[in-house]
């Protein structure tokens, strides 16, 4: 099935999903994740390869670090070719004082947000796909 490109059914129909727990970014060396450890995301780059992973996970391999996310998956399946959702999305967030790292995967936009301010991002997205366009 494609994905949706039409701006006004991605927002009306985003369903943002909040997943459980914690979730932290990290880097380790080029190669793989170290064992006991299953990223929900990763991200090559040319100084080691960035894991998104549940926290429990980084504090058992002894991972490092700084910032701590809550998980949430605009369940509506977006075309990657669509025009608009990310900055739709970051501006409410924004406007709502809340930082946000997005990946987007081939069915998904998946966005990272202050763990601490989940409830507060899932209300300000919940309030965005209400909004009439």
């Not at 490109?5 to 994740?33: C, I, K, Q």
């Not at 990763?42 to 100084?47: D, F, L, M, Q, S």
């Not at 790292?101 to 989940?118: I, K, Q, T, Y």
Request: hydrophobic share 45%.
């Amino acid at each position: 099935m494609p994905g949706e490109n039409d701006l006004r059914r991605l927002l009306a129909e985003m369903s943002p999903e909040l997943h459980p727990g914690a979730y932290v970014f990290t880097t380790v060396e080029a190669g793989a994740a170290p064992p006991g450890v299953t990223p929900v995301v990763t991200v090559a780059e040319k100084e080691g390869l960035t894991l998104v992973l549940p926290q429990r996970e980084a504090d058992g391999a002894g991972l490092a670090y700084d910032y701590v996310a809550g998980w949430i998956t605009l369940r509506v399946h977006s075309a990657l070719e669509a025009v608009g959702l990310t900055a739709a999305v970051a501006r409410k967030l924004a406007d709502s004082g809340l930082s946000c790292n997005v990946v987007a995967g081939f069915h998904h936009d998946h966005l990272f947000v202050p763990h601490e301010r989940s409830a507060h991002a899932m209300a300000a997205l919940e309030n965005l796909a209400r909004q009439p366009f």
